[in-house]
């Protein structure tokens, strides 16, 4: 009986970070979105400014013009009320993208703005990454990928931040999962209607994008 005891212990002990791990796993956004909500608006502010800091030198920001005066002009539309205090910038960029960083800081490449035929459309990609940042999207898969590394470095033993662990890492990158994606889509198309902006710029544009743009992230 002793000895079934101390094997049951010993087995407990071994698999005991598995059993976390394997629990994280399938409740990962969950406990994520929950740790999230905890954090004070305050720090992903910081968190945001920082990692757009960290960024800048390799950007070319369009300060002036028609482009960030649109960007922002629309973007002030769909964030009255907000918790958040937003920025805008463009930045010069050939390419379909935009994103929006914890805290508030949306930033949008003037390709995107060229491949848009109405101020709707551009309208619909701002609401988009306006409500990742309500939703704390950003700040949820931050959350996610330093769990990733915690987790693996206490299965592994590997304190010292190998290839290992940050291949492990990888797998929780800040990317939005395809959930996240639909819920800033709704809640975007909402906050569309809120402002008095024609919702159908959203749809349109993506669609377009789907059928034109073969750099655009997978996301849109």
Do not use: C
């Not at 000895?3 to 059993?19: C, D, F, G, K, Q």
């Not at 629990?23 to 979105?33: D, G």
């Not at 999230?36 to 960024?55: C, D, K």
């Not at 919702?199 to 655009?216: L, N, R, T, V």
């Amino acid at each position: 009986t002793q000895r079934v005891i101390a094997w049951s212990a010993v087995a407990l002990l071994v698999l005991s970070p598995l059993l976390v791990l394997l629990l994280f796993l399938s409740q990962a956004a969950r406990i994520a979105e929950a740790i999230a909500e905890r954090i004070p608006i305050t720090e992903e502010v910081r968190l945001g400014r920082q990692a757009f800091e960290s960024m800048r030198g390799n950007l070319k920001l369009v300060d002036t013009g028609a482009s960030p005066e649109a960007v922002v002009k629309i973007g002030r539309e769909l964030t009255t009320g907000s918790r958040y205090t937003y920025e805008f910038h463009v930045v010069d960029d050939a390419t379909l993208n935009a994103f929006a960083l914890p805290g508030g800081i949306v930033v949008v490449h003037t390709g995107l703005i060229a491949a848009t035929g109405r101020p709707e459309e551009l309208a619909g990609v701002l609401a988009h990454e306006v409500q990742h940042v309500e939703l704390r999207h950003g700040t949820s898969a931050l959350v996610k990928d330093l769990s990733w590394r915690v987790l693996w470095t206490w299965f592994t033993g590997d304190w010292g931040g190998t290839l290992a662990g940050q291949a492990a890492a990888q797998l929780g990158s800040l990317k939005f999962s395809r959930d996240a994606e639909s819920a800033a889509d709704n809640a975007g198309f909402d906050a569309l209607v809120r402002a008095g902006i024609d919702p159908s710029g959203m749809p349109d544009f993506f669609a377009i994008m789907a059928k034109q743009a073969g750099d655009a992230p997978a996301a849109f």
